[in-house]
């Protein structure tokens, strides 16, 4: 138990360290209200903790520069208008989160090839390379396989298929792009 704590010490204090300084910036500089302050903070580690996939720095340096920049903005958008604030905060601890993939969103790019690939699959689903490549995966790696069938076969999004399979996006994302420079240039164009 003794080992545990001093394991989670350091962390403990730099959160509380953290939130102070927040709590800080929210009160002295911005002067805003504790308890509109507290709220935010509230509703921005609640929203994180519901989505139980909150990305984090590596780098306590890092977390405590972006975490102050992202609520010191919160708060000056609840300091105009508290609803709109709170809105802003859950939209903000989602997209921080791994569920805000924006590699789903319709308008985005994202990478090229993988869209084209994509594009290709999806009007050459009778190929038999293809077939082939399909049975392999199913036979030697079955997370890559069932993310090539839920992607290529069942045209599933990425957030989708990190719920179906109980693995990150970003997991699925880097998959899809080996899958898709194998697709292409062994398949494809081979």
């Given at each position: 138990?003794?080992?545990?704590i ?36 509230l ?82 689903q ?9 049975n ?36 699925i ?18």
């Amino acid at each position: 138990m003794k080992k545990k704590i001093l394991y989670y010490l350091p962390s403990i204090i730099f959160n509380v360290a953290e939130t102070l300084a927040i709590i800080l910036i929210g009160v002295l500089l911005l002067k805003l209200d504790i308890l509109d302050v507290i709220v935010i903070i509230l509703v921005f580690a609640i929203i994180r903790m519901l989505t139980r996939s909150a990305m984090h720095y590596k780098s306590w340096k890092l977390c405590l520069i972006w975490s102050c920049m992202q609520i010191s903005f919160l708060f000056l958008t609840a300091k105009v208008n508290f609803a709109i604030g709170i809105t802003s905060t859950i939209f903000a601890a989602i997209i921080l989160s791994d569920k805000g993939n924006i590699s789903d969103m319709f308008m985005w790019g994202g990478n090229t090839l993988n869209n084209e690939v994509f594009n290709w699959v999806k009007f050459n689903q009778n190929n038999e390379k293809l077939i082939k490549y399909e049975n392999d995966l199913k036979e030697t790696d079955k997370q890559k396989y069932f993310i090539f069938k839920y992607r290529f076969r069942e045209f599933k999004s990425y957030s989708k298929i990190s719920d179906l399979m109980g693995i990150s996006t970003q997991i699925i994302a880097d998959e899809l792009n080996i899958m898709s420079h194998f697709i292409e240039y062994s398949i494809r164009l081979g």
